[in-house]
């Protein structure tokens, strides 16, 4: 499965955000995708999760109310709109998909929030 992220950048505190992660070609063996994020020094973690079908999300507690994660499956595409960015937000965020218990990866895009 290949994923083909954009989006990210450099915004200051309180500045809205979109990435987009775009799975082209067959995704029919696709079950979930999201973005996971990784700080320098920490640990990676989970921001936000979508299924298939668009039905059922997960977000991060650091990011809930700020964050939406939504799919436009006719493009095979999910995006992840932030909002109410703040600097402990900075991270690289890579986005995945989860295919028959395995993990694919993006190539990651940094987004780095100023004070």
């Known amino acids: 499965v290949q994923l083909v992220e954009s989006g990210g950048g450099l915004v200051q505190a309180g500045d809205s955000l979109r990435l987009s992660c775009e799975a082209p070609?067959?995704?029919?063996?696709?079950?979930?995708m999201g973005w996971y994020r990784q700080a320098p020094g920490k640990q990676r973690e989970l921001v936000a999760a979508i299924t298939r079908g668009g039905g059922t999300t997960k977000y991060g507690d650091s990011v809930k109310g700020r964050f939406t994660i939504f799919r436009d499956n006719a493009k095979n595409t999910i995006y992840l709109q932030m909002n109410s960015l703040k600097p402990e937000d900075t991270a690289v965020y890579y986005c995945y998909a989860e295919a028959f218990g395995l993990f694919h990866w993006g190539q990651g895009t940094q987004v780095t929030v100023s004070s």
């Open positions: 070609g067959s995704t029919f063996s696709i079950n979930a």
